[in-house]
């Protein structure tokens, strides 16, 4: 079906009335943009409306994806679904980042030397005249909703493309340039380079923010510099442009600049922090660089305080945790210990236990490495291991200062073991971590430190271990048919089989196809009694332990899992991969 003008289409489709668009032309017009619906001419009648487009789909009250589908069978363009289709390299090489970004196309494929360009508005001039520049070729267009083309270039082109395409082309002309430039002309140059390098350091972690990340790792390869997020405790490599690897020594200055670290220092690792206010959001990210063979890798970990000074309503615990667990920390004296590997939201606990009973009447001293969080009316003192501020060493010295509360970032010796229960037996409550996988682990590990059993037994008040699972996405969550033979193979209590219903998340664009939005923690808490004193004692094994433990009511991990994989909070595969018991327990160190 052929029609003369956009106009005529429009009048035929029942969008308007002639005289409507006539009005509607006559605003654009005036207006000053070149728009002129009535050119006789086929093609310049498709290129000269532009914004009027828009304006007669948002008259007609149709979906975008509907008025596309009515435009592609009026003017023979084809629909396509970006979602599923991967721009073909040749097509890909021949519109720029910016070209793509500025005039929102994406290349799709060339057919018979014609280039496919999906658009949303196959009716704009600009973007037509930009597109046929650019592809110094016949081009045409097929048609995809506005959503689906900035999720295609973030995915195909990569977070902040342009500024690094414009940049890398800047270098070129730079290097072409150079023997022309002098004076005044080269400093401008290189000052719009870091305003521009600055630019992509803050979308970078723009981005990281706005998806959850926790962390942002910039990685050089040999060829590339891989840009990776975790997010929800799952690393993801974030599509960067290829033209990145060029510009990789001033972006990793420009961090090291922000985060105050020496720039010259490219031999050795560096620690630094940076302070930034992102949509009202204090964020302040620890910083680490590491010299690797092709060049300094360097870590960002962000950390909002709204994130980590958390009270212990948020943390996901169920009332079977929280009632003994408000209790244990208001006791006056023993060791609390949290338990889990790295990444297991042990610091989360620490900090919002002490939060809860942070009050002007409790002197509270801690020793961390480092001091994540500074804490109002808290004595916080970093290690300084270079120094012979270890640990040990301070807690030894925090004994003369009439704390009531201590905090030890984490026992990894049997020193800080062996002054940290001293403390709790001279009438000191004690909170910190260790590395194990259980609960019952926990009084093991401290005997195998040389620490006494009897002091072991009587010091410890109680264990809580923990992990923390991907907490299922709201909007995607569907039923999941399991069947009998599976629940019982992963050890699902027998007796609960009958009626249990669980989920999981389909994957959708609130989650980022990921199906999982957030973390929740799940505990395991075994709370000290003489009849686990006496095991302690006898230096019984953890899993006899264990097991007087369960006795005694309490419940592992993954039971505590099970219950919020059945309320629909998480995943059976998501208990199953945070619960299962690794061989080596301690990892290399880190504070959550
Ligand atoms: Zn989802």
């Known amino acids: 079906m052929a029609y003369a003008s956009f106009k005529d289409f429009c009048v035929a489709a029942n969008l308007c009335t002639a005289d409507q668009f006539d009005d509607w032309r006559m ?71 910016k070209v793509a970004s500025q005039h ?18 196959p009716f704009s001039t600009d973007l037509l005249n930009a597109v046929r520049f ?11 909703p ?50 521009s390098i600055i630019r992509f350091v803050n979308q970078v972690i723009l981005q990281a923010q706005k998806s959850r990340a926790t962390d942002i790792h910039f990685e050089p390869q040999e060829d590339n510099l891989q840009i990776r997020h975790r997010i929800d405790g799952i ?66 970990r962000l950390l909002t305080r709204e994130s980590v000074l958390k009270g212990m309503d948020t943390l996901g615990m169920t009332k079977e945790i929280e009632e003994p667990i408000s209790n244990i920390i208001r006791k006056p004296h023993g060791i609390v210990l949290v338990t889990g590997p790295t990444g297991s939201g042990k610091s989360t606990s620490l900090y919002s236990f002490l939060n809860t009973i942070n009050d002007t009447d409790k002197r509270i001293m801690t020793v961390e490495d480092p001091v994540e969080y500074e804490m109002a009316g808290v004595n916080q003192v970093a290690v300084k291991n270079d120094i012979g501020r270890s640990f040990a060493h301070i807690l030894r010295h925090f004994l003369r200062q009439d704390p009531d509360v201590i905090m030890v970032g984490e026992i990894r010796d049997g020193e800080t073991a062996e002054i940290a229960i001293q403390a709790a037996n001279t009438g000191h409550l004690v909170f910190s971590t260790l590395h194990t996988n259980d609960a019952p682990s926990a009084f093991t590990r401290l ?19 923990q ?18 033979e599976y629940l019982l193979s992963v050890e699902f209590p027998p007796t609960q089989v009958p009626g249990a219903k669980f989920w999981h998340g ?75 018991i690794t061989e080596d327990a301690a990892e290399p160190v880190e504070n959550f």
């Not at 650019?134 to 995809?144: D, T, W």
């Not at 302070?275 to 890798?297: F, H, L, Q």
């Not at 005997?447 to 271990?465: G, N, S, T």
């Not at 699972?469 to 009998?484: A, G, I, N, W």
């Open 27 to 97: 605003g654009y017009t005036q207006n000053g943009s070149a728009e002129d619906g009535s050119a006789e001419d086929g093609n310049k009648i498709k290129n000269s409306v532009g914004s009027l487009f828009e304006l007669v789909r948002e008259k007609s009250e149709k979906s975008e994806k509907d008025f596309l589908s009515l435009i592609g069978q009026a003017f023979d363009w084809k629909p396509v679904d970006l979602s599923e289709v991967k721009p073909e390299p040749e097509a890909r090489l021949k519109i720029s980042s």
């Open 104 to 121: 929102k196309v994406i290349p799709v494929s060339m057919e018979e030397g014609v280039l496919m360009v999906a658009t949303s508005n």
């Open 134 to 144: 650019a592809a110094q070729g016949p081009v045409n267009f097929m048609l995809a």
């Open 146 to 195: 506005s959503e689906d083309i900035t999720k295609a270039y973030e995915k195909h082109y990569g977070v902040g493309a342009d500024t690094i395409d414009e940049l890398a082309q800047d270098q070129v002309d730079e290097e072409e340039d150079l023997a022309l430039m002098f004076g005044d002309e080269k400093e401008i140059a290189e000052g719009d380079q870091e305003a």
């Open 235 to 300: 690393l993801h490599v974030m599509p960067m442009p290829p033209a990145l690897n060029r510009l990789q020594a001033a972006l990793i200055s420009r961090i090291k600049v922000m985060s105050g670290m020496n720039i010259a220092e490219k031999r050795l690792p560096q620690d630094g922090r940076i302070n930034i206010k992102i949509k009202g959001a204090e964020i302040d990210i620890r910083v680490s660089t590491v010299p690797t063979v092709y060049g300094e890798s360097v870590s960002l």
């Open 447 to 465: 005997i195998d430190m040389d620490c006494e059993p009897f002091l072991v037994a009587d010091a410890i008040e109680a264990v809580m271990a």
């Open 467 to 484: 992990r923390l699972v991907r907490t299922l996405c709201p909007e995607c969550r569907v039923e999941q048919v399991v069947s009998k």
């Open 506 to 580: 389909k994957g959708c664009d609130a989650c980022g196809e990921r199906g999982y939005q957030g973390r929740s923690g799940i505990y395991e808490l075994l709370q000290n009694s003489e009849a686990i004193q006496a095991q302690v004692i006898n230096r019984a094994p953890a899993s006899v332990i264990g097991q007087l433990a369960r006795s005694e009511g309490m419940k592992t991990l993954r039971e505590y899992g099970w219950g919020r994989a059945l309320a629909g909070v998480t995943s059976i595969e998501e208990v199953l991969r945070v619960t299962q």
